[in-house]
Every structure is written in structure tokens, then in C-alpha cells.
């Protein structure tokens, strides 16, 4: 079954950086699209940034273009997000996410919190 564990989130003050990663098993990982969402308290979750499965293809949401940088590695089945310039509002739950075979799942997530 696919499994989807998040780590690399916390506290950091505003200006700096972060560097999240998700670590996927229970489906071939280099053929799928990876995606990273976010959900801020009392607000919907919305899509951060995708890549293809051969990291060709990148996509970033508006708010984060030029921040944030999502990449793969294909031998390690982990995607990361790094995330730099980090503002108070970029405060969320950070998910990673696939679909495969007509299902999404969803990882725990990885709370991070830019604050001084």
C-alpha cells in the first residue's frame, strides 16, 4: 500500500530557510507525479508545487514562485521542498501527495511555523 511520511518541518524565524522532504513507499515512485499541498488553520488546503516523474515538469503555486523549489531524487523514493525566504504566512501543515491507480493518498504532514 502507498505510504507517504513527512519530515523536516518546525519553527523558523521569518527570512529563513527549510527543506522538507517526503519519503514514499508501496508504489514505483519514478513514474508518478509528486505533489506538496498546504493547509493553514481555518483555511482550505492549497496546492504548493508539483513535478513530474522525471523532474522535468516543475510547477509552483503564485504565492511561492521564486521561494520555494521542489526536486526529486528516484533512487532515494523521496521528493523534497525546499523552502527559503520564508514568511509567517507560509505557517501551515506541508502534505506531500500522489495518484495512483485512481486513488490519492496523503501523507501525516509536517507542521511548519515561521515566526519570530
Known amino acids: 500500500q502507498v505510504q507517504l511520511v513527512e519530515s523536516g518541518g518546525g519553527l523558523v524565524q521569518p527570512g529563513g530557510s527549510r527543506r522538507l522532504s517526503c519519503a514514499a513507499s508501496?508504489?514505483?515512485?519514478?513514474?508518478?507525479?509528486m505533489l506538496w499541498y498546504r493547509q493553514a488553520p481555518g483555511k482550505e488546503r492549497e496546492l504548493v508545487a508539483s513535478?513530474?516523474?522525471?523532474?522535468?515538469?516543475?510547477n509552483y503555486a503564485e504565492s511561492v514562485k521564486g521561494r520555494f523549489t521542489i526536486s526529486r531524487d528516484n533512487a532515494k523514493n523521496t521528493v523534497y521542498l525546499q523552502m527559503d525566504s520564508l514568511k509567517p504566512e507560509d505557517t501551515a501543515m506541508y502534505y506531500c501527495?500522489?495518484?495512483?491507480?485512481?486513488?490519492?493518498?496523503w501523507g501525516q504532514g509536517t507542521q511548519v511555523t515561521v515566526s519570530s
Open positions: 508501496g508504489f514505483t515512485f519514478s513514474r508518478y507525479t
Open positions: 501527495n500522489v495518484y495512483t491507480s485512481g486513488r490519492i493518498s
Open positions: 513535478i513530474t516523474s522525471t523532474g522535468e515538469s516543475l
